[in-house]
């Protein structure tokens, strides 16, 4: 079933569609090093009040104010509306004692964004913690989880000074590989996957990051998380889809499917499993990323095991979380490679892990096609529409990066995924919502908890976005580069949006700061290297 003539070079170069690291070594093996000491941030503060702001509150529903929002300390206390638009705020109506005030008159307040899968890279690409958080952070992202963030010791050691504000770093979630930081052995029969679960939920690990795991393998791990309020994703990979589709999975309690692997190969019309090439070799990245695109002409959309696969992942209370940036470049590769914020944000040695390389995990593109991008522009047309259908029934679809590969930028690629899914049909407001509320509901609901972060309400963790422009309008504005603009009055475009304050826990921080800090440090690594060149790239 195959929609045009597929040459074997083709065929070995659409690789872009796998990014959990693979059991194959690659040249990145070391955890970068540990975030410095917090030198960031203000508060937090007795009583912080956000003064005159629009609200977007995360739940869907639409913007309201102008609302002052309290905060003491590092909760939520109460959100006043003070007014309606066009209109004076008449002072008398406004809460008063503030310890410290933000004017957030015409801005929009929004919750923090929760990234359900992230990595924080490490040596050689991204050798700084730091680099990575401040990205994030300044995005507005105050939640992330690590699936995994480094090693097991590592990440939750970063964890720990997160949660105690230690460090300028998201809330870090630690999710973990079956087998991962322990020294038994590998997970190789039942029994020892409910020991190492029993272990590592003691350890305090917050969920489990599977693969497609043999069938026996993979519920005795579902089972023994469930049974230590341990939280699911799965990135059903290749090597084992044939035997742990996303059907498969969700039959057996998984949580999330990240990535798409097993979702069309539950569906497929005339296979069971893909029709490989018969020199296929998943080793080589070029075939493993280039041949999953094909699948877009393998199932029917709309049709009856659509339709059925999408109503069985509704009722087992699957999360999607798509990751669909993380295989952008095989779209447009030329597109990728020149995004603006490569010259100010990326360093160069995460550049270099980018670069056509046959060791570094998703550096594949050594003879990218015409064929190749328009397999993966179908394959993303599908795959949308399978999303946005998800949604439609009431499934929950979450906004996530998988960053650091694929010429793929920490942060930028957050708000770059929120735009492919308003691509796919979704409102704003719906990608907004699947940012932040449902995003913490897939953290907190394997732990029998309500969310404490995700909407901005009374009670809920102070974690909230200030942004000076709309983002229902315009999505680009949360880029840290912001947007390209026209000033009518001037008569000359301009750059305008990002966001302006990233509050977490009751702790404001200055985004903007936080972007110049990252900046500067690319700046610091092209000088060691005496590159002259001021994009990023080799001299």
Known sequence: ????????????????????????????????????????????????????????????????????????????????????????????????????????????VLPGFVDLHVHTGGTPKAPEAEYVYKLWMAHGITTVRGVPFGGFDWSLSEKARSARNEITAPRLFSYHRPGQGWNRGPIETPEAAREWVRWAAGKGI????????RPDIMAALLDEAKKHGLGSTAHLAQTGVAQMNAINAARLGLGTVTHFYGIFEAMYEQHDIQPWPVDYNYNDEQWRFGQVARQWSLVKPGGEKWNALLQELRESNVVLDPTMTAYLTGRDVMRRRNADWHASYTLPSLWDFYTPNRENHGAYFYNWTTWDEVAWRNFYRVWMQFLNDYKNIGGRVTPSSDAGFIYNTYGFSTIEEMELLQEGGFHPLEVLRGATLHAAQALFEPKGRDIEFGVVRPGLL??????????????????????????DQTGKAERVGGVRYTIKDGIVYDARQLLADVERMVRQQKAQRGMASPDGRSP
């Open 206 to 213: 917050d969920g489990l990051k599977l693969g497609a795991q």
């Open 1 to 108: 079933m195959r929609a045009f003539p597929l040459h074997p070079l083709a065929l070995a170069l659409a690789a872009l569609s796998s990014l959990v690291l693979p059991t194959r070594a690659f040249s990145q093996d070391a955890d970068a090093r540990p975030a410095p000491a917090r030198a960031e941030g203000d508060g937090p503060f007795d009583r912080l009040i956000i003064r005159g702001a629009t609200l977007i509150d995360g739940t869907g529903a639409p913007p309201r104010g102008p609302v002052d929002i309290v905060v003491e300390r590092n909760r939520i206390a109460s959100i006043v509306d003070v007014g309606v638009p066009g209109v004076p705020i008449n002072p008398d109506r406004r809460p008063r004692d503030a310890t410290r005030e933000l004017d957030a008159a015409g801005m929009y």
């Open 462 to 487: 102070a974690d909230l976005v200030v942004v000076p422009e709309n983002p229902l309008a315009n999505l680009k504005v949360l880029y840290g580069t912001g947007t390209v603009r026209l000033n």
